[in-house]
């Protein structure tokens, strides 16, 4: 009963930068998979019956990302990929920005930081000056899109000049997937780090894509799957479930331009509540699904717990380390001051999200707006 009542609470879902709903194809085919057996290593029928699975997701995720399937391999998640491509080069220079997923800042703990604009931007004169200031870099490792403001970076020019000083070029693309074009060859990066469940499909599972002829350094050490490089009985259900949501993430792309009307009218409507407000990345190119909303005063802890007893999900920043609270190092690092970082409500919208979602969401927070006055 407890637990019904706990999901009856959840009306409103705006947290899909954290975690995507799964789409109901997707679950049925992970669920249908779990029912099955089947090793995919072993060779007799029921193990090729799942090495099948694991093939035609293969080539699904490979679609998404236009390569071809050799360069896909598949790991427990984003953050296993991250891990994957920048554990060769700890004893090496590397360049990461200053607004990265805690993932690649804990995975490359020496590496140089890249400062960012107030729009949340790499500083491109700073990277410049970084790429030729000293020895250059062996990898640079930039995030395609923040997972906390949406604000898309431009991975395409600073792959180029990254490769013009003999650097290789990493970026966690995981907020990219099903939002905008995430072909590696128009990227012109070296690695590419996915996460199923961010883009509708099962947790627990990602990919970490690599240029044709480039091996990276082998991570998780045992058995011979995925050609070598990545040791572990392969979890089967959730790989399935990757391979179609990325079909189908493929398929429905152009729905974020829905999306992005309906976050543009939310935060005229948020504006119109409260002019004090502060829009992170309003003036930079942003995925259409994300707002990062500033409202000084009215710490963000506060602001979710009111909305949450509304039945409304929304964060404060990155799922992974929003639960302490602490000022977002996204913003610090874009000049917010810590008060400010610390009153930052992230609303993150998906393919299941209705203009009556947003409706319920704007209703409960002007109440929580005046309220706070």
Known sequence: MGKKNEENMIKTYLDYNATALIRPDVLSLVTQIMGEVGNASSVHGAGRHARKYIEDARRQVAALCNVTSEQIIFTSGATESIN???????????????????????????????????????????????????????????????SETGVIQPIVEMAKLAHDVGALFHTDAVQGAGRIDISMDKLNVDFMSLSAHKMAGPQGVGALITREGLQPVKFMLGGGQEQNYRAGTHNTA???????????????????TTLEKLRDDMEARMRNISNDIIIYGEQAPRVGNTSNIGLQDIPAQTQMMALDLDGIAVSSGSACSSGAFKPSHVLTAMGANKAEAKSALRISMGWATTPADIDRFLESWKKLVNREK
Request: glycine content about 8%; some cysteine; aromatic content about 4%.
């Open 84 to 146: 994957t491509a920048l554990c060769g080069y700890r004893d090496k220079r590397i360049l990461i920005s200053a607004i990265e997923h805690p993932a690649t800042i804990a995975a490359a703990p020496h590496a140089d930081i890249i400062p960012v604009t107030s729009d949340g931007v790499i500083d491109m004169s700073a990277y410049k000056k970084m790429l030729n200031d000293g020895a250059p870099p062996a990898l640079v490792s930039v995030m395609l899109v923040n």
């Open 238 to 256: 959730g790989i399935a479930g990757m391979g179609l949501a990325a079909e189908l993430a493929a398929q429905h792309i152009t729905d974020y």
